[in-house]
């Protein structure tokens, strides 16, 4: 029998702390800011937007201790057992003196009316210590996740670039403290699942993965928590009940990754952060779309399985694995199967997986070399925003310029991921030119009825996957792609 405890523990700044009463749906935020009255954390869009909640969290990963931004706004509290949390009340400099990211932000006037500054402060905090000098393209991907109102940035950015010249990582206070927060950290990690609450009103955290394999078997209808970046929108925007909860973010068991023959197998549990590195070096598209998936916060703390565990028409990954021909591991209990990633989308809502039966690894294939891959994400603005549509393509060209293979994968062109099978066809033994790519976008009608909702209109949505695919073709031929136009005009 699986040994538990009845409270989550953690460092928040420089404190021990054990908590028994905990509510399943309860916000890191709202604990900063009701029950500690630590108030620089602010609620802005209480969704994981603005970064106003922005704080670190520390945690050991591979036997070292990594902090990482994120919102507080959708972080569950119950996530945190065995963290270390930092709020911006915990900087601090030499002397008494102001932290030096915080005299860069006072010198360079980096602030202005200061409800977003505390966010800003604490995602340069976290690149800083990664990245003492860091180039202005790493400045500007640790602050997708920050929107400010007043200053247009640029006061920021130099106030980025400055850090340093006030003072050295080495110095700072997670610096000098590492190895004694390292020592608790460990320390906390006592291999036990943690329950707290009774009957439905509670939350579990597992000790380890064979024991979530066995809560799923008992547990009715839990809630399985990774990153929140989904669920905390049910509580914040929804106002929905989501208890039981079982947190798995912290579970090692579900945060590896490795290659064999050819296929890369990622975790269910790992992050976009973590798995960036390994997907942008073997499968070097999928890193400027990773790039664009919320902002860094989001990608601290979403998890690849996540975004395919919960069956969304618009998530970003499923429509570029399916296109790589990915495959998928379920697990209940001890048993496992193993199927391909397009077959677990059934229809809206509905995934095939069966009660107990969780996502434990995706297993997504290198393009082999001499193909082309490419996947294009749609959006209303660049940075931080949701899809309309996203397409995925892999061509396989033969000797003689005909199309050996193609497998096209689209995200919301449909109630789930789906691949664009008639273009297939159409495309498949055709010589790869701008005719037979004009002639196969006809058939684009016959795998797809898109809807139209707040994103994009469905003749939008058309259109534009249609000129997804002439693009990769106009791609592949090093050239630019002539482009469908909507004859009809918004009056």
Same mark, same amino acid.
């Given at each position: 029998m699986t040994?538990? %405890?009845?409270?989550?523990?953690? +460092?928040?700044?420089? &404190? *021990?702390?054990? +908590?028994?009463?905990? !509510?399943?749906? &309860?916000?890191? +935020?709202?604990?900063?800011?009701?029950?500690?009255?630590?108030?620089?954390?602010? &609620?802005?869009? !209480? =969704?994981? *937007?603005?970064?106003?909640? #922005?704080?670190?969290?520390?945690?050991? #990963? *591979?036997?070292? +201790?990594v902090y990482e931004s994120v919102n507080a706004c959708i972080r569950f509290l119950g996530s945190l057992d065995g963290c270390h949390v930092v709020t911006i009340e915990h900087l601090r400099g030499e002397a008494g003196k102001l932290h030096p990211v915080q005299q860069a932000m006072v010198d360079f006037h980096g602030s202005q009316c200061g409800f977003c500054t505390p966010g800003f402060v604490m995602s340069l905090y976290g690149l800083w210590m990664k990245e003492p000098e860091p180039a202005d393209a790493a400045i500007e991907k640790a602050l997708q996740g920050n929107l400010c109102r007043c200053t247009g940035y640029e006061a920021i950015m130099r106030a980025a670039r400055a850090i340093s010249s006030y003072g050295k990582v080495a110095k700072d206070p997670l610096a000098v403290e590492r190895a004694a927060v390292m020592k608790k950290l460990v320390a906390l990690r006592d291999g036990l699942r943690v329950e707290i609450g009774t009957e439905k009103h509670r939350l579990i955290v597992p000790a380890d993965v064979d024991d979530f394999a066995s809560i799923l078997e008992s547990e009715q209808k839990p809630t399985i928590v990774a990153g929140s970046t989904d669920v905390g929108l049910w509580v914040t925007k929804h106002m929905r009940d989501i208890s039981p909860v079982v947190f798995i973010g912290h579970l090692d068991g579900l945060r590896k990754i490795s290659e064999k023959d050819g296929v890369v197998s990622i975790g269910a549990g790992v992050t976009y952060t973590e798995v960036f590195s390994t997907l942008s070096k073997r499968i070097p598209a999928l890193g400027p779309l990773i790039d664009r998936i919320g902002g860094e916060q989001v990608r601290n703390m979403g998890t690849i399985g996540g975004n395919i565990a919960n069956g969304s028409p618009i998530g970003d990954t499923p429509p570029p694995f399916i296109a790589l021909g990915a495959s998928l591991t379920l697990r209940k209990g001890k048993a496992r199967r193993t199927i391909p990633l397009e077959e677990f989308f059934i229809a809206y809502g509905k995934q095939d997986r069966q009660p107990g039966e969780f996502v434990e690894a995706v297993h997504v294939p290198v393009p082999a070399q001499g193909s082309h891959f490419a996947v294009y994400k749609i959006t209303k603005r660049r940075d931080e925003d949701i899809t309309a549509a996203l397409g995925a393509f892999l061509l396989t060209l033969a000797r003689d310029g005909t199309v050996a293979s193609i497998r096209i994968a689209y995200g919301g062109m449909a109630a789930t991921?789906?691949?664009?099978? @008639?273009? =297939? !066809?159409?495309?498949?033994?055709?010589?790869?030119? =701008?005719?037979?790519?004009? @002639? /196969?976008?006809?058939?684009? /009608?016959? *795998?797809?009825?898109?809807?139209?909702?707040?994103?994009? #209109?469905? &003749?939008?949505?058309?259109?534009?996957?249609?000129?997804?695919?002439? %693009?990769?073709?106009? =791609?592949?031929?090093?050239?630019? !792609?002539?482009?469908?136009?909507?004859?009809?005009?918004? @009056?």
């Amino acid at each position: 029998m699986t040994k538990t %405890r009845n409270e989550i523990r953690f +460092l928040l700044n420089g &404190e *021990d702390v054990a +908590l028994s009463q905990v !509510a399943p749906d &309860e916000t890191l +935020l709202d604990y900063l800011r009701l029950r500690r009255s630590l108030r620089g954390s602010k &609620e802005g869009c !209480a =969704e994981g *937007d603005c970064g106003a909640c #922005t704080v670190l969290v520390g945690r050991m #990963t *591979d036997g070292k +201790l990594v902090y990482e931004s994120v919102n507080a706004c959708i972080r569950f509290l119950g996530s945190l057992d065995g963290c270390h949390v930092v709020t911006i009340e915990h900087l601090r400099g030499e002397a008494g003196k102001l932290h030096p990211v915080q005299q860069a932000m006072v010198d360079f006037h980096g602030s202005q009316c200061g409800f977003c500054t505390p966010g800003f402060v604490m995602s340069l905090y976290g690149l800083w210590m990664k990245e003492p000098e860091p180039a202005d393209a790493a400045i500007e991907k640790a602050l997708q996740g920050n929107l400010c109102r007043c200053t247009g940035y640029e006061a920021i950015m130099r106030a980025a670039r400055a850090i340093s010249s006030y003072g050295k990582v080495a110095k700072d206070p997670l610096a000098v403290e590492r190895a004694a927060v390292m020592k608790k950290l460990v320390a906390l990690r006592d291999g036990l699942r943690v329950e707290i609450g009774t009957e439905k009103h509670r939350l579990i955290v597992p000790a380890d993965v064979d024991d979530f394999a066995s809560i799923l078997e008992s547990e009715q209808k839990p809630t399985i928590v990774a990153g929140s970046t989904d669920v905390g929108l049910w509580v914040t925007k929804h106002m929905r009940d989501i208890s039981p909860v079982v947190f798995i973010g912290h579970l090692d068991g579900l945060r590896k990754i490795s290659e064999k023959d050819g296929v890369v197998s990622i975790g269910a549990g790992v992050t976009y952060t973590e798995v960036f590195s390994t997907l942008s070096k073997r499968i070097p598209a999928l890193g400027p779309l990773i790039d664009r998936i919320g902002g860094e916060q989001v990608r601290n703390m979403g998890t690849i399985g996540g975004n395919i565990a919960n069956g969304s028409p618009i998530g970003d990954t499923p429509p570029p694995f399916i296109a790589l021909g990915a495959s998928l591991t379920l697990r209940k209990g001890k048993a496992r199967r193993t199927i391909p990633l397009e077959e677990f989308f059934i229809a809206y809502g509905k995934q095939d997986r069966q009660p107990g039966e969780f996502v434990e690894a995706v297993h997504v294939p290198v393009p082999a070399q001499g193909s082309h891959f490419a996947v294009y994400k749609i959006t209303k603005r660049r940075d931080e925003d949701i899809t309309a549509a996203l397409g995925a393509f892999l061509l396989t060209l033969a000797r003689d310029g005909t199309v050996a293979s193609i497998r096209i994968a689209y995200g919301g062109m449909a109630a789930t991921p789906k691949r664009a099978s @008639a273009v =297939e !066809a159409a495309l498949t033994g055709k010589p790869w030119t =701008e005719a037979a790519v004009e @002639a /196969a976008m006809t058939k684009y /009608a016959e *795998d797809f009825t898109p809807l139209t909702d707040m994103r994009a #209109t469905a &003749e939008y949505r058309m259109l534009a996957a249609r000129n997804l695919l002439m %693009r990769f073709f106009a =791609e592949t031929q090093g050239g630019k !792609a002539p482009i469908q136009v909507s004859r009809h005009r918004a @009056a």
